[in-house]
């Protein structure tokens, strides 16, 4: 691996590192947010569903951009975004500045991951699944994040957590302006219209539309863990916040195994068959979590749904394998866009479910999804083999 290759996987993996752990710490952080705050879960699972719906939504303008303008300004500029959003979490005194500023945290860190995904695969030529293996791992290492977050909380305030990580996200900025340059060749004549109509065109494609309605799955359950496992844990299985964040700590960093070697499989064996095989083995976790009330038995189902995660860069490797180099950026941002804002409601639907029935009911419902979404995909598998 070259000097300049290396720099830039350290430095998209460190500023996906940053993103993840914002994410994540609100998660760990949500009922002492929603004591402070006055608010419900109703509340607060809107509020997510506006970060995720934003998130969603600067999928496909950012790797546009970054098409036209170039990797690293688009890079730069969701990284300003989503420090300063941090800070403004952290000032956050009543429900409508912490609903704003979780609107902006998602279109900061909404334009970040897909123009880190292009970035990479702009420079990795050959061995594309174990680079995003080795970045999507370095976003499971923020799993450790709310650890940290939930000591900082209990001894000091959940509000001066957010200011450090605000510090460590804008050095971070500084590192990737400083030491990274453009990756890719930027086009002389570039037809907005033309990029646009090319994004909506990748579902002519019957495989990209059977990977769409898989990862759309996959997304469901991966934001219902995201928005509420730490609260499912502390609420209907009685964790401590402490137990709850280490089981979900658990969850997010098992990926840093995970990711890299199921990555490099993927570039052996065929990546629908790996993926049928992680989401099945995601649905039976999530089938387990909900009889699950011992905290051993929960930190080993916490490793296992990591499997859910694991699937997504196999589906970027899948797909980057299917778009040539020119515009690839603005395909991957609109198939970012529509998954993730056809997801984006999950997280609104789970917070009102739950405080009507409980959290039993709308992880069951994701357990039904997964195994659904495993059976689809083996079935395209043996279609191809036959």
């Not at 912490?98 to 970040?112: D, E, K």
């Not at 009911?361 to 043996?382: D, G, T």
Request: hydrophobic residues 55%; contains cysteine.
């Amino acid at each position: 691996m070259r000097r300049f290759e290396k720099t830039i996987l350290i430095c998209v993996s460190l500023g996906w590192f940053l993103v993840l752990a914002g994410r994540l710490s609100i998660s760990a952080l949500l009922v002492n947010i929603e004591d402070s705050l006055h608010i419900g879960h109703a509340e607060a699972g809107l509020a997510l569903t506006g970060m995720w719906f934003l998130y969603a939504l600067m999928q496909f303008p950012s790797g546009l951009v970054s098409d036209i303008r170039g990797r690293k300004g688009s890079i730069l500029l969701a990284m300003m975004m989503f420090s300063l959003s941090y800070l403004l979490i952290g000032l956050s005194i009543n429900y409508i500045m912490f609903f704003m500023t979780l609107l902006l945290l998602g279109a900061g860190g909404g334009s970040y991951p897909t123009v880190g995904i292009a970035m990479i695969t702009d420079v990795f030529r050959e061995k594309r699944g174990r680079a995003l293996g080795i970045q999507s791992s370095a976003g499971s290492l923020a799993g450790i994040v709310p650890i940290f977050a939930s000591i900082v909380a209990l001894y000091f305030d959940w509000h001066l957590f957010f200011f450090i990580l605000a510090i460590a996200s804008l050095f971070s900025t500084y590192l990737f302006f400083k030491y990274t340059g453009e990756s890719t060749k930027l086009p002389v004549n570039v037809s907005i219209k033309e990029r646009f109509f090319e994004g909506i065109m990748i579902f002519k494609d019957k495989e990209i539309l059977l990977i769409f309605i898989v990862n759309l799955a996959l997304t469901f359950a991966w934001l219902g863990y995201m928005s509420f496992f730490p609260a499912y844990l502390i609420e209907g299985k009685m964790f401590s916040q402490m137990e709850a964040s280490i089981a979900l700590a658990v969850l997010t960093t098992a990926g840093i195994f995970l990711k890299p070697l199921i990555g490099e499989i993927s570039d052996i064996y065929n990546k629908k068959m790996v993926l049928s095989i992680l989401i099945l083995l995601s649905a039976l976790a999530t089938l387990l979590l909900v009889y699950a009330h011992s905290i051993a038995v929960v930190l080993v189902i916490s490793f296992t749904l990591a499997f859910t995660s694991a699937s997504f860069p196999i589906i970027s490797s899948y797909l980057i394998g299917r778009w040539e180099e020119k515009g690839r950026g603005g395909k991957l941002g609109f198939y970012r866009t529509m998954v993730i804002l056809t997801g984006s409601p999950t997280s609104a639907i789970i917070g009102i479910s739950a405080g009507r029935y409980g959290f039993d009911v709308p992880f069951l419902a994701i357990a039904l999804i997964l195994f659904v979404a495993s059976v689809v995909i083996f079935s395209s598998f043996i279609k191809e083999k036959c």
